[in-house]
């Protein structure tokens, strides 16, 4: 059993999902399953139950895991930390981001930052976005940039806004709404949306189904193959299924020509909200450095 065996048990625990965590971590489910199997077989208890439905926790599995994430924690904090210290560097920082096409809308500014400041450590990480407010707390991250509303209703969480985006639908090229230049509400009463994953992320939510509401759409229903877990598998559903979606104005530059990129016609286009979340009693002099950057409007946005 080895730190990395660790990280695949702990994604496992979070997400109660052999084939949502297989995916997390860049491994087959099938890989997953068998690394679990290892594992119960070695410690001498079962981590989880399984059955046809779901998977849970044991009492033990429980246990184990919140040993473990601590454990896990401070081995990825004693190693960045050394390794900035061989290097010659002062500091660190470690800022999460939702999926890549998030950390390329604020590369300019992460770019800015290694470059004016290169005696600080800079670590950026992907980390679910229902999963953001967990691993603040636990100091995984010092910034997470996400949707603000869930890192709002913590009480030990300060949110800086970092930027609003206008909000556009996407479809497959060859979608009949492909034709449309601005595309009336009504028209999308009866499509098929995909969505990131909100479960677990109550404040965004009910921020994102009133804007919905606002804008004279009915909130797409939660059928399990319409949601995806970052922003990349929703341009992939867009491009390769029969579906549309509302995404910030940034996604532009990741897409191919066989996606189509429309305006709503509304009295006003949807906006997607960003914001950098970091843990109010963080005593890492190199946050409020880095924050300091993230926010710096002088310095372009790449989309």
Not at 10 to 37: D, P, V, Y
Not at 99 to 110: K, N
Not at 224 to 243: I, K
Request: with cysteine; proline share 6%.
């Amino acid at each position: 059993m080895d730190i990395r065996g660790l990280k695949y048990f702990i994604s496992a625990a979070e997400c109660l999902n052999f084939t949502r965590a297989a995916k997390e971590c860049f491994i087959t489910q099938t890989a997953m399953s068998q690394h679990i199997a290892n594992m119960e077989k070695e410690l001498g208890f079962r981590l989880f139950r399984r059955n046809n439905r779901n998977v849970e926790l044991t009492p033990a599995g429980r246990d184990f895991y919140e040993q473990m994430k601590l454990i896990v924690h401070g081995y990825d904090n004693a190693v960045r930390h050394s390794q900035n210290l061989s290097s010659g560097g002062e500091g660190s920082v470690t800022v999460a981001v939702p999926s890549c096409i998030e950390g390329l809308a604020f590369m300019s500014r992460l770019r800015y930052f290694k470059t004016h400041y290169p005696q600080i450590k800079l670590t950026v990480k992907i980390i679910s976005p229902r999963y953001m407010v967990e691993r603040l707390r636990r100091g995984e991250c010092d910034i997470a940039i996400c949707w603000p509303y869930d890192m709002m209703e913590a009480e030990e969480i300060s949110v800086q806004n970092l930027a609003e985006f206008k909000g556009y639908l996407i479809c497959s090229s060859e979608h009949p709404l492909a034709s449309y230049k601005s595309v009336p509400p009504e028209k999308l009463q009866n499509e098929r949306f995909s969505m990131v994953d909100l479960r677990g992320m109550p404040a965004t939510q009910r921020m994102m189904y009133k804007d919905w509401k606002n804008l004279g759409l009915v909130p797409p229903v939660e059928p399990s193959f319409d949601q995806v877990n970052r922003m990349e598998e929703l341009l992939f559903a867009v491009s390769m299924d029969n579906v549309v979606a509302l995404v910030p104005e940034f996604v532009r530059n990741n897409m191919t020509g066989h996606v189509a990129f429309l305006e709503l016609n509304t009295a006003t286009p949807p906006m997607f909200a960003m914001g950098a979340g970091y843990l109010t009693n963080n005593a890492n002099p190199s946050l409020h450095t880095a924050l300091d950057v993230l926010r710096d409007s002088r310095i372009p946005m790449d989309y």
